[in-house]
């Protein structure tokens, strides 16, 4: 069932259908008998087919909607990450022996913070534990951050520097980030320590959208996750971040007894490209070219298989020059160089790397 007719369709429909079995042809007018009971039946039916069509999506995990995919997950016991508060340290500066309560409050670009355990500042100084009352992406404090006492207190001075950060401040994970983990989970079954049940764990953690997973030596695991933000700028995850995911995989209810695992944050190797020749020579088809060598400089990734279907873990300078072209450029020469400024005609990605557009210049 890909379309629904509509209700003037199904009321000529039963009209048709009304004349069939009577031999009679209905009367045009709006009011007559049959024609009324067929608009009526038409709405009726209507909603039935819709009704219908929402049941047969919630059959398939790629279609069904939010309440339906959580009672497929648990059948694979799987739930949807929640949000995350951030939780971290921030270092205050004072007078010796004033204290700084529990519950006392900080603040950042509106977004405010709760003194987990009383402290006493010794020395000028002291270590605050520190949560955040909301939690999301918005909340996320790094190190060096600064942060703002809500409530001018004696002895204390306005300004704290955040110093550590154990957990980062997270969106609850997108629906469709949900979806994928549970497509995932149908289509590779657990095996005991495969490099796909790491992937599905490191998926579990809040913030991570993709993840690749290795084994350097007998006994030993890396794994390298990604961000789920937006932005491929910000895809490496912080220290913050990897050292949560490392916990998460080294619980001995998920990795083998026999693995040591390592979260790793990926290397981004940087290349440059240089275009000769090139027509049109205007702004908007450099415009154009830059962005799609950018986001195929972001798009390679390391071979996680064998056997792999299109791999992208080769950065080639034929294929730079094909999107070039296809970006609108009808003539193009296209020169791949390396982090050493060293003209190359391909490079393929190690497990721990990746690839970035570093300069693109115009010859």
Known sequence: MKTIPTIAEIRDQILADIEIATGQTTPVLPKAVWRVLATALGGALHLLYR???????????????????????????????????????????????TVISAGELWQKDGNVYQVLTAVTITGGTATMDLKSLETGDAVDLTVSDIISIVSPKAGVDKDATVASVTQSGEDAEALENFRSRILSRQQNQPQGGAATDYIKWTLEVAGISEAYAFRPTPGFVNVYPLTDDADPTNRIPSSAKLTEVENYLSDTKRRPLNATVSALAFSELDFDVDIANLSPNDADTKAAIETVIKNYMYARRPEQYDDEVNPKNVISAGEVTSIAIGAGATVATVTLKNAGGTPITSYTLQDSELAILRTLTWV
């Not at 009704?51 to 995919?69: E, H, N, P, R, V």
Request: aromatic share 12%; hydrophobic share 45%; proline share 2%.
């Open 51 to 97: 009704f219908g069509l929402w049941l047969y999506k919630q059959i398939f995990t790629l279609s069904m909607d939010d309440d339906a995919i959580a009672t497929r997950a648990a059948e694979y016991g799987l739930s949807r990450t929640p949000a995350a508060k951030w939780i971290g340290t921030a270092t205050a500066t004072g007078d010796d022996d």
